[in-house]
């Protein structure tokens, strides 16, 4: 790992509770040294902070020796090695439970905010809540990755979530919001868990006037903050539709975009800003701005996954496959388990043929979704399908719930390797998670339209997928196709024009 600064320098920046882009180049670091920070230094942070918060008298069952050591740590350079390698530890003095939460905490955020790894967030915040039950930050940063797990669910979709419950996207909303309540509790003037609890009420409530009391109050303590700036900028844009009148809406509409400049403006790399004004540039048929702001990021964070993989998200749409390729191939360099930029990757190399090698290793990192894929009569896969396979397989073994992975896989295997077992069971699978995902419905469609004996099960598998999306074209002549074959000749022809 390089060693980016003197040591006094990182002395004097880690303990704040939030670095900016100002705070590190005030402290002398280099600005193409940023990225090299957020992937390792503040990883390396997390760590010293916990190893002071450790009782010298319990050094030793901790690391086996009986003097701390900075060395000690060493080689321990990511997230699973070092929560392995200190256990259960608990601080006896309440200062050290306080600082290796407060550590813990930090490494959560780090996942959360740079890596967008969710799962191991929440191992950092609910650990660091075992050691400090009532933590603020601990709380807040659970209660952001609660609602980020719901947001990814599509509408009607649950998930277990262990002791044979199930949730849906509102058990998850519910669960942030008493997490984030309980963090007000704590400490109700911390900016971040006000921020945080006026986005929750914006986008899952729809409690506008609460969400303003919170963020006067966010305003009030840190107007220089660029987490309330953004936040501001929701707010204004949720307030456009219930305007007095267009010309307020549109006057509400330009505040926002202003606020999520001035986000920019005080951390570039600040990405849920990105998102909203890249959205908007998109809309507006400016694409190139759009891709300036995640390039000026990237510029910050190099090997930053979200950045890399929504670049090549773009380069894809506009028709530039091999770019994409490029950077679908960098952010799994970067993390190969990075689950957008999997399900991109694959998609792109299943729907254009184009080679499926993304420099990822053979191992994957959880078992295969399915088991050993077996090899069948007839079966003539070619070299793309069985890297295809491989890329779904690789993401299921990351979120073995994945919709649209278990979708895609489904065809995959129906259509490349004569695999119709499998392939019903994929896409059962992804229906029983979310009824309404009309790729799924209509993927299941086609694989029962194959066989003679299950074309009324594929009709309303189809009906279903139409019903969910209604100009979703695949779903709509599929449908089409199945009624032209049973002798409905009119009502398939009116599907074909719908799809026109």
């Known amino acids: 790992v390089l060693s980016l600064a003197p040591a006094a320098i990182w002395t004097a920046v880690l303990p704040k509770e ?62 699973d090695d070092f929560l392995n390698r200190t256990g259960n530890y608990k601080p006896v003095s309440r200062d050290g439970r306080l600082a290796a939460a407060r550590a813990l905490t930090h490494l959560g955020e780090m996942e ?34 609660v609602e980020q797990v719901g947001e990814r669910l599509s509408d009607g979709a649950e998930v277990e979530v262990g002791g044979g419950q ?28 006000l921020v945080t609890h006026a986005l929750l009420m914006i986008r899952r409530r729809g409690d506008l006037p609460l969400a303003r009391e919170l963020l006067q109050l966010a305003l009030e303590l840190d107007s220089d903050s660029a987490d309330v700036q953004y936040a501001w900028g929701v707010l204004f844009t ?14 509400l509409a330009r505040e926002a975009l202003n ?49 890399l993989w929504r670049l090549g998200f773009m380069g894809e749409a506009s028709g530039h496959p091999d770019e994409a390729r ?25 729907s254009q043929g184009g080679p499926a090698d993304f420099g990822l290793p053979d191992e994957l990192p959880g078992p295969p979704p399915f088991g050993e894929l077996p090899e069948l009569p007839g079966q003539h896969p070619t070299p793309n399908a069985k890297g295809v396979y491989k890329l779904y397989a690789r993401a299921l073994s990351v979120d073995p719930h994945n919709v649209e992975a278990l979708a895609n896989l489904g065809l995959l295997l129906h259509e490349s390797f004569n695999n119709s077992q499998l392939a019903m069971k994929a896409l059962t699978q992804a229906v029983e998670i979310s009824p309404l995902h ?33 100009e979703n074209v695949a779903a709509l002549c599929n449908l089409a ?14 599907l074909v024009l719908k799809a026109m």
């Not at 882009?21 to 390792?40: M, N, S, V």
């Not at 949720?238 to 307020?248: F, Q, T, Y």
Request: charged share 25%.
């Open 18 to 79: 939030k670095l900016t882009r100002g705070d590190l180049t005030a402290a002398g670091i280099d600005i193409a040294y940023l990225d090299e920070y957020f992937k390792q230094n503040a990883l390396d942070g997390g760590f010293s902070r916990f190893l002071a918060a450790i009782d010298p008298a319990d050094y030793k069952s901790v690391f086996g020796t009986d003097t701390p050591k900075q060395e000690d740590f060493k080689g321990i350079y990511t997230l």
């Open 112 to 145: 959360l905010e740079y890596w967008d790894r969710i799962v191991e967030a929440e191992k950092c915040f609910t650990r660091a809540i075992s050691l400090v039950p009532n933590h603020p930050d601990a709380l807040c940063g659970w209660a952001s990755a």
């Open 166 to 193: 199930f949730w849906s996207r509102e058990d998850f909303f519910d669960k942030a919001e008493e997490l984030i309540n309980q963090a007000g509790h704590a400490d109700p003037d911390r900016t971040q868990t």
């Open 238 to 251: 949720s307030s456009v539709p219930i305007a007095n009148n267009e010309e307020d809406g549109l006057d």
């Open 259 to 307: 606020l999520h400049r001035k986000a920019l403006q005080i951390n570039p790399a600040h990405l849920p800003a990105i998102r909203m004004l890249a959205a908007h540039y998109q809309r507006d048929g400016r694409p190139s701005e759009a891709e300036s702001l995640y390039r000026t990021a990237l510029a910050l964070h190099p090997s930053r996954p979200p950045l």
């Open 326 to 350: 490029d950077l679908y191939t960098q952010a799994l360099k970067a993390d190969p388990q990075h689950l957008p930029a999997l399900i991109c990757a694959a998609h792109m190399a299943h």
């Open 438 to 470: 009309a790729p799924a419905l209509c993927n299941l469609g086609s694989v029962l339209a194959a066989s003679p004996d299950t074309g009324k099960e594929a009709e309303q598998a189809l009906e279903r997928a139409v019903g969910a999306a209604p």
């Open 481 to 494: 196709l199945v009624r032209a074959v049973s002798g409905a000749f009119l009502p398939a022809q009116d």
